[in-house]
């Protein structure tokens, strides 16, 4: 994944990028092997929390270690191409995020459901929504994290920057990505996965419900005191 985003950059962005790799309490080789890598160009920066600290985490430990001003991330389960990176990039000027949506997605059954039920669950609690909210292929201006604080811990961080950025007038906007078959990883609430059936960690949705609720009461208290 590394070395494919340090060919695109080179290709859509010139010189002047960095590669933030967060790694997220992880017990394999991911620590070393970045190190490796930084030695190698020093635009390549290692990130690592002391222990698991969720999807969320992760992702604002990356935009606070972020120096540039744009900011892209994406998971490294090779599930996206990073070549279609130039097509949020070209459309970086008419907004201020570029979301991709997954065409075609590749997912499993059972974790197409989960992805239907969560987005109309947004859809519902805050009367509006977006397409495929939850895919990790998205530009931010970086300036937006000024005023844009979010502060979930797992996966409701995707639908919290949307909806605060939508909210606060910030212009975003969708446009369809391919998307692959998991090539390394597993899906963080399923604790397994036997073909065509899994086994759900119930507290891991569990913590995305309360998370969500709590986006839901922080954003109508804001509504509120204006």
């Known amino acids: 994944m590394v070395s494919s985003a340090r060919e695109v950059l080179d290709r859509v962005v010139g010189s002047n990028w960095e590669i933030i790799v967060v790694d997220d309490g992880s017990t394999d080789t991911t ?3 970045t190190n490796s890598l930084s030695v190698l160009d020093p635009r390549v920066q290692l990130v690592s929390h002391p222990k698991n600290l969720g999807f969320g985490s992760a992702i604002r430990t990356g935009i606070e270690h972020s120096s540039k001003n744009w900011i892209f991330y994406t998971d490294c389960d090779g599930q996206f191409d990073l070549k279609q990176f130039d097509l949020v990039w070209a459309r970086r000027h008419d907004a201020d995020i570029v979301s991709a949506f997954r065409h075609d997605r590749k997912d499993p059954g059972m974790r197409l459901w989960y992805s239907l039920l969560w987005n109309t669950l947004t ?5 509006r929504g977006f397409k495929d909210v939850d895919s990790s292929f998205k ?3 970086s300036s937006i994290f000024n005023k844009i604080k979010p502060q979930s811990t797992c996966g409701v961080i995707d639908f919290e920057i949307l909806t605060l950025a939508r909210d ?7 446009l369809p990505v391919n998307h692959f ?4 990883g597993t899906v963080s609430f399923e604790s397994a996965r036997v073909g065509f059936i899994a086994f ?5 949705i569990w913590e995305m419900f309360q998370q969500l609720m709590a986006f839901r009461i922080r954003s109508w208290r804001g509504l509120k005191s204006d």
């Open 139 to 141: 530009l931010f201006r």
């Open 123 to 127: 859809i519902m609690l805050f009367l």
């Open 168 to 174: 606060m007038g910030y212009r975003v906007i969708q």
């Open 31 to 33: 620590a070393t092997i």
């Open 200 to 204: 759900v960690k119930f507290g891991a």
């Open 181 to 184: 078959h998991r090539r390394a």
